[in-house]
């Protein structure tokens, strides 16, 4: 037997090291992950304090359904953090901690904020669940704003009492809410996360090993 087959045979008989997992594609959130939650959640909540504004004049104008117009822009945050980081309930604490900061910051509509931010924080994470977290496609995106929508509106039946309404106002407040949640919520907070990834500044994370190839 030849050295180089000896060689050859060591070599392929010597087990390989694995590689080691990078932190961002471990299931547990790292403390970098924990604090870009932290300064989404503190971000969005501001720009959602001055979307109130601007739901204010449109309703002054339009109604009802100004509120369903505006609504999925509320929903945009949590796709904004579950696009980047891709783990267990980013979406979900994300929508939390908007509230908790709009509550602190002084959001007229106080605790019952809280409420609003579980069912939109439940609706925006359901469709990543169902993917076990893996997709953040724009599909993927487009239905976590749908669902949003859909868990909102649910909760606004009843805390506004919408069967008093007539069943026409309630389809469109219905279709016009979903789509802003498309729209507004899951492809608009795709293209801005997409837009600060570029940048740079959140290199590192779990889209950096994740994004390429998704359409």
Partial sequence: MSDNTVHNTAS???????????????????????????????VFAFLYLGWVQLWLVLQSV??????????GFWFSGSMFA???????FVAFSTAMLTVIVQIIAGNPSGAILLLTG????????VPFALTRWKRYSWPVMAASGACTAVFSFVYTWFRFSYWE???????????????SGVVLGGLLGRLLAGAVHRTGVTSGLAVDYQHIGEN
């Fill in 12 to 42: 392929e008989t010597t087990p390989k090291r694995a590689r080691p997992v990078p932190p961002a594609l471990r299931r547990e959130w790292t403390m970098r992950e924990t604090v870009t939650i932290a300064i989404i959640g503190v």
């Fill in 62 to 71: 339009m109604g009802p359904l100004a509120m369903d117009i505006l609504m």
């Fill in 82 to 88: 579950a696009w980047l980081i891709r783990k267990p």
């Fill in 118 to 125: 579980l069912v939109q924080g439940a609706g925006s994470e």
């Fill in 165 to 179: 309404l007539s069943v026409g106002l309630v389809v469109s407040m219905f279709a016009i809410r979903v789509t």
